[in-house]
């Protein structure tokens, strides 16, 4: 595995793939790798003859200085999980590689709208900094394949109506949630946890679970997520948020809406935890 640090020498690798013939799958990521980003590799592969893996664990997405510092940092354990898997070329940059003017003179990229709500709303400018990084490694990869996990369900959204809105001719394939056996979404952020609270988590998926079922026995949407956030409140969660969107945009369900997402945010002692799950009906 070809392990680069900097523009100058992943372009022109790209550029000899190209000249080759090859085609290019690219999995963006921050490190700290779970099984969830070793199946996003894996799916990489089977879609492309050349898998590239970045690591860079982006500042202009963090509202919060403290998250940022204390972020995993794992690259030596990552880059033995990636070339074990079989990706060509791992991108590690550092932010002065990628912001060199800073980030306050960065030239920024934004999808108006659907970046403001859910975890938008509580964690100001996050997908600014997460389309931003996307499209300067879109530029940077030119892959013709990149992949996403579900979990992080908001953000595929928008780098899906980024990339149509910017006429990149990169396809872009959210892949479904991996979870541990008791339904719990495998997340970095799961190494927060305490024991203790390893052991509640697994309450946020069952919740959702439920609430989908109660609709779909004809509960209303507003009753059925009000039970919900009671029984994660009551659980030991803060409930960040508890809604049901549009699944394709994230918009208001109207009646006319047929496919929707249930999506979670709640917070477990220190961690916040994310979840979702489409459903039809």
Same mark, same amino acid.
């Given at each position: 595995m070809l392990v680069v640090d900097n523009s100058q020498a992943l372009r022109a690798q790209i550029k000899q793939w190209r000249k080759a013939g090859e085609t290019?799958?690219? @999995?963006?990521? /921050?490190?700290?790798?779970? !099984?969830g980003h070793l199946?996003? /590799?894996?799916? %990489?592969?089977? &879609?492309?003859?050349?898998?590239?893996a970045s690591i860079f664990v982006n500042p202009m997405q963090f509202d919060n200085q403290n998250d940022l510092t204390n972020y995993p940092r794992t690259l030596q354990q990552d880059s033995e999980a990636l070339l074990d898997i079989g990706v060509d070329m791992l991108f590690t940059p550092t932010p002065q590689i990628m912001y060199p003017k800073g980030l306050d003179?960065?030239? $920024? @990229?934004?999808v108006p709208g659907i970046s403001?709500?859910?975890?938008?709303? !509580?964690?100001?400018?996050?997908?600014?900094?997460v389309a931003t990084i996307v499209a300067k490694f879109f530029n940077l990869v030119t892959p013709d394949i990149a992949f996403f996990g579900s979990k992080d369900y908001q953000q595929l959204q928008i780098i899906k109506l980024m990339v149509e809105d910017l006429s990149m001719d990169i396809e872009i394939v959210g892949v479904a949630t991996v979870r541990e056996e008791n339904g719990l979404?495998? !997340?970095s952020r799961?190494? $927060?946890?305490?024991?203790?609270?390893l052991n509640i988590a697994p309450l946020l998926y069952k919740t959702m679970q439920q609430v989908v079922d109660s609709i779909g026995r004809g509960e209303s949407i507003a009753s059925a997520l009000e039970w919900g956030v009671n029984a994660l409140n009551d659980g030991a969660f803060t409930v960040d948020y508890l809604q049901i969107k549009n699944a394709k945009d994230l918009s208001d369900v109207t009646d006319s809406d047929d496919e929707l997402v249930i999506v979670a %945010?709640?917070?477990?002692?220190? %961690?916040?935890?994310?979840?979702? /799950?489409?459903? &039809?009906?």
């Open positions: 290019i799958a690219f @999995v963006p990521t /921050m490190g700290n790798l779970h !099984s199946t996003l /590799m894996q799916r %990489a592969k089977s &879609s492309a003859t050349k898998v590239v003179a960065q030239t $920024y @990229v934004e403001n709500i859910l975890c938008g709303g !509580s964690r100001g400018g996050h997908f600014r900094g979404a495998k !997340s799961n190494g $927060y946890l305490t024991a203790q609270e %945010a709640a917070f477990l002692g220190s %961690a916040r935890l994310i979840d979702n /799950m489409v459903f &039809s009906r």
